[in-house]
């Protein structure tokens, strides 16, 4: 997968992808992550990209020319091309959505900065606009460097079997169960009789029903749209008794 970045801060990208899982995926060939910097674009001697907006009111908007032309100017990758907005206008990023971009030939990430785009580059520039959530920060540099590290461990290959994103919170829709590491004991603090027995069959059952008992107290909402077992549903209807 390829994945250019728009901005006007490109050494905030250019660092933070240098480290971790996103590191060693362009390693390893599986990704390709290119910088552009906004300015080189600009069509004035100080190498602004913004500009007052039209009807008054304060704050700068980033001018359409230079990010038609930073997007016209990335050579277009074989296969399909997103050309993605971080807006927080934008769906939400989920796993599920992340799942469906690691699939994805090329992505273009525009971040925005000031009060945004010219809304002439979200009606015909862009194909997706992605939130990270529901507020609002400075700049789309931090969302983007969420999105390229939600995209990238799901690239396959990326992560080995021992890593796998598999077991991850919202992978089959409903939140991780806890885990434990050595030492057994600590200060009192035993791990679950169970995760020692080296019966397998035992712990995956112990593992589902805890992975459903975090979801029910933290997340309920899940519940209601994932594909649940017949065990999962009497297990579940345990936890409804005991409330
Ligand atoms: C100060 S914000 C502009 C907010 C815009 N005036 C609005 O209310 O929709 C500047 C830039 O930060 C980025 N940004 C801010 N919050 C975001 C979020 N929750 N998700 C994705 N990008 C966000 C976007 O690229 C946005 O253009």
Redesign the pocket.
């Known amino acids: 997968m390829r994945i250019d970045v728009i901005t006007i801060f490109p050494e905030m990208i250019a660092n933070a992808v240098e480290y971790s899982t996103v590191k060693r995926a362009q390693e390893n060939g599986l990704l390709e992550i290119v910088v552009h910097n906004l300015r080189d674009f600009a069509h004035n001697q100080h190498r602004s990209v913004d500009d007052y907006c039209y009807g008054g009111g304060a704050g700068m908007l980033?001018k359409p020319e230079p990010l038609f032309e930073a997007v016209k100017s990335i050579s277009s990758v074989v296969g399909d091309t997103k050309i993605i907005?971080?807006?927080?206008?934008?769906k939400l990023l989920t796993q599920d959505m992340a799942r469906r971009l690691s699939l994805v030939d090329h992505l273009i990430l525009?971040?925005?900065?000031?009060?945004?785009?010219d809304e002439r580059v979200r009606q015909n520039l862009i194909t997706d606009e992605?939130?990270?959530?529901?507020?609002?920060?400075?700049?789309?540099e931090i969302?983007a460097l969420a999105l390229i590290d939600a995209v990238s461990r799901l690239i396959p290959g990326v992560l080995g079997d021992y890593e796998s994103a598999q077991d991850d919170s919202f992978s089959e829709g409903i939140l991780d169960c806890p885990h434990y590491t050595r030492p057994a004991e600590y200060q009192g603090m035993r791990v679950p009789e169970v995760l020692l027995s080296g019966d397998h069959k035992r712990i995956r059952e112990w593992q589902r029903q805890q992975a459903l008992i975090c979801t029910y107290h933290k997340r309920p909402d899940l519940l209601r749209s994932v594909p649940l077992s017949e065990e999962d549903l009497e297990f579940l209807k345990t936890l409804k008794e005991g409330d």
């Open positions: 980033m907005l971080l807006s927080p206008q934008g525009i971040c925005g900065r000031y009060k945004g785009v992605i939130s990270i959530g529901d507020y609002v920060l400075s700049g789309g969302p």
